[in-house]
């Protein structure tokens, strides 16, 4: 934008709010333009530049839609673009006013939510030793649980005068062999690192015996967890396909307006996912579909979509977290990301007071509210839905044996998007039937498997490979 302006010192100010009258914002910015004022309006997304420019021209403000700002801002009429801009500004001498959606309308800035367009680096299983620290907990593919110790040199016997022999070394401790001697230290060449990796289960683990039968064992009894898990699974999705569930409507155009809003560039994964998830909830055996994926890898915009195309239909949705202060994010990213369409988001936390906690769970049971986030007090049995639709669950995981059994009950006929963040995975899979999202090297990269079909490796252990057995394309 180019300006030819003389002086050095110009006097901005912040542009008035409407508190979301957008009758009040039309009457005054419609006499700013008919006095001769240039304004440029900018919106995060193409979607809301679209719906400001139609508010414009039903109220017979002339408006354009322009691509860049390369050229002089024109008096008299409005110039809607797409930018990224936190506030805007007033200059009234120069009757010039740069003006955002959030100036506008009161919709908060997408600018607060986390900056997806730059995803995580791909990490690998095997493990760094330079990030290793004393003391740190590893897993040996052969020996089970050890602790790192100290990287160190050792001169390898039988090496020629031309080679220095030196070979490094990851020096793992483990569980003595007789009671009261030391601990039994593993050797790992540095070029056998493949077979280490990380311990990322309980906070202090029992060590390993080097040769024993304890690791074996281990495995033993997680292979036998996976196949009665795996066999519920089975059963459940039985109890599901013989179920008839809720078929939503294809997207509305205000499903369309809030995804182009999304003022960030979506990956192939997420759009695959998001586009996965809106077909299964379009169907009528009730959707059980797990996201798992690291940290920024947009699980909860698929949310969002999802519980608005839910609300769309006219039925309830549940966003269940396991901690008050996951509560309070997810009700400040889902109010963020509604604000403008009439939906009524409310948490349901510690952080209420019991009147507000007694309000939400009224406005619930008698359908006033369209979203509520909170803790496990939503599964208590006194607490009552008017039509509910999609149950969303961050973090099953962290969940209790009599949580999960309540949502085991709710799966049956309502349909259920959880989310599982795993520190190892690359890989934002849309999986269905339960199917976890780290897929084990036998499986086709980026497939999906076929029904009641269940992959379970287990971080720092062999590959369990799948249960039912099945032979991978």
Not at 163 to 176: F, I, K, Q, T, W
Not at 247 to 269: C, G, H, I, M, N
Request: hydrophobic share 35%; proline share 6%.
């Amino acid at each position: 934008m180019v300006l030819d302006i003389d002086v050095l010192n110009l006097h901005a100010r912040e542009p008035r709010g409407y508190q979301g009258d957008v009758a009040e914002m039309l009457e005054f910015i419609g006499s700013r333009v008919r006095d001769q004022w240039r304004i440029v309006v900018v919106t995060d997304g193409p979607g809301p530049a679209q719906r400001l420019a139609e508010l414009f021209h039903d109220a017979e403000i002339p408006c354009s839609r322009v691509d860049s700002l390369d050229k002089e801002p024109q008096p008299g009429i409005i110039e809607v673009t797409c930018a990224a801009v936190g506030r805007g500004f007033v200059l009234d001498g120069l009757k010039l006013g740069l003006l955002t959606e959030a100036d506008l309308l009161g919709r908060a800035s997408a600018s607060s939510t986390k900056d997806m367009r730059r995803m995580p680096s791909k990490r690998r299983n095997a493990v760094d030793p330079l990030q290793l620290h004393a003391g740190d907990f590893v897993v040996h593919e052969q020996h089970g649980i050890g602790k790192f110790v100290e990287l160190i040199q050792r001169k390898v016997a039988g090496t020629s005068a031309s080679d220095s022999g030196l070979r490094e070394y990851l020096v793992l401790e483990y569980a003595p062999s007789k009671r009261g001697a030391p601990g039994d230290r593993l050797f790992v060449p540095t070029d056998q690192l493949d077979q280490v990796t990380r311990y990322v289960g309980g906070d202090a683990p029992a060590l390993s015996k080097m040769g024993g039968a304890d690791w074996a064992s281990t495995k033993s009894k997680a292979r036998k967890a996976v196949k009665e898990i795996a066999g519920e699974l089975i059963r459940l999705y039985s109890a599901r396909m013989a179920s008839r569930g809720h078929a939503f409507a294809p997207d509305t155009p205000w499903q369309r307006e809030l995804e182009e809003a999304f003022p960030y560039v979506e990956t192939p994964d997420q759009l695959t996912t998001i586009n996965e998830v809106k077909a299964d909830m379009e169907r009528e055996i009730p959707m059980d579909r797990l996201v798992s994926g690291d940290v920024g890898y947009g699980k909860t915009e698929i949310a969002v979509r999802a519980a608005f195309k839910a609300v769309q239909d006219g039925k309830q949705v549940a966003v269940l977290v396991p901690t008050t202060l996951l509560a309070q994010q997810h009700y400040e990213t889902f109010t963020e990301r509604f604000s403008g369409f009439p939906l009524r988001v409310r948490p349901l936390s510690r952080f209420q007071t019991s009147k507000e906690a007694k309000e939400t769970a009224e406005g619930v049971k008698n359908g006033s509210v369209d979203v509520v986030i909170g803790t496990h007090r939503l599964l208590s049995k006194d607490f009552e839905f008017k039509d509910l639709g999609l149950v969303i669950v961050d973090e099953e995981q962290r969940f209790g044996v009599e949580h999960k059994e309540a949502l085991k009950k709710m799966r049956t006929n309502v349909d259920v998007l959880a989310h599982e963040r795993h520190a190892d995975s690359a890989y934002l899979g849309d999986v269905p039937d339960r199917h976890p999202g780290n897929l084990h090297p036998g499986h086709p990269a980026g497939g999906t498997p076929p029904r009641a079909h269940v992959c379970w490796p287990v971080h720092g252990q062999a590959d369990l490979g799948c249960y039912p057995p099945r032979a991978h394309a």
